[in-house]
T-cell receptor, first 113, second 113 residues
Framework: GAVVSQHPSRVICKSGTSVKIECRSL??????MFWYRQFPKQSLMLMAT?????????EQGVEKDKFLINHASLTLSTLTVTSAHPEDSSFYIC?????????FGPGTRLTVT | DAKTTQPTSMDCAEGRAANLPCNHS???????VYWYRQIHSQGPQYIIH???NNETNEMASLIITEDRKSSTLILPHATLRDTAVYYC??????????????FGKGTLLTVNP
């Protein structure tokens, strides 16, 4: 149980385009979910926290107009990277809170060329 | 949240016990110790958590010192698939799984054949 999926697992896009990443909880519902990103050889950094049906709370230094989060249901959240640039290339990971733990998706590797 | 200190890396022979230490000397009374691990290019995986008593599950054991200033994660019979970065995280349990996690640099455990 407590499976989280992400789609796509890898994406390559051109600079200036937008990319949408989906995160789904497959066998549970959650009101709160989190988006992280991880640069090579670094740890996970929290980008934002979102609750279903309300606006996301972004961490300091994360541009809310660039990283659009839609938490439309208890099982689905999307992260859209708008006007992507090479410095946005990273590993993006979502997680849902469930029980006493967080369950993480497998991650999406974004490469912006 | 209380800060944690972990060794950067450790090695372990396959089949032997892996003991991963974590220092959390500033932990407060309502904070739990959580352990997650991240296999290369995957999302983090929950391992175990505890407050003050030792805990055991099918993956690992968690030993917390009486003063709660440090803990040790024990993988009783390490396998090659246990090679990963192990994160020790301290967080309040209020808010449950909806509380954000702050990841440090973790310990890279390499299990050798």
């Amino acid at each position: 149980g407590a499976v989280v999926s992400q789609h796509p697992s890898r994406v390559i896009c051109k600079s200036g385009t937008s990319v949408k990443i989906e995160c789904r909880s497959l066998d549970f519902q959650a009101t709160t979910m989190f988006w992280y990103r991880q640069f090579p050889k670094q740890s996970l950094m929290l980008m934002a926290t979102s609750n279903e049906g309300s606006k996301a709370t972004y961490e300091q230094g994360v541009e809310k107009d660039k990283f659009l989060i839609n938490h439309a249901s208890l099982t689905l959240s999307t992260l859209t990277v708008t006007s992507a640039h090479p410095e946005d290339s990273s590993f993006y990971i979502c997680s849902f809170g469930h029980g006493e733990e967080q369950y993480f998706g497998p991650g999406t590797r974004l490469t912006v060329t | 949240d209380a800060k944690t200190t972990q060794p950067t890396s450790m090695d372990c022979a396959e089949g032997r016990a892996a003991n991963l230490p974590c220092n959390h000397s500033t932990i407060s009374g309502n904070e739990y110790v959580y352990w997650y691990r991240q296999i290369h290019s995957q999302g983090p995986q929950y391992i175990i958590h505890g407050l003050k008593n030792n805990e055991t599950n099918e993956m690992a054991s968690l030993i917390i010192t009486e003063d709660r200033k440090s803990s040790t994660l024990i993988l009783p019979h390490a396998t090659l698939r246990d090679t990963a970065v192990y994160y020790c995280i301290v967080r309040p349990n209020s808010g449950g799984s909806n509380y954000k996690l702050t990841f440090g640099k973790g310990t890279l455990l390499t299990v050798n054949p």
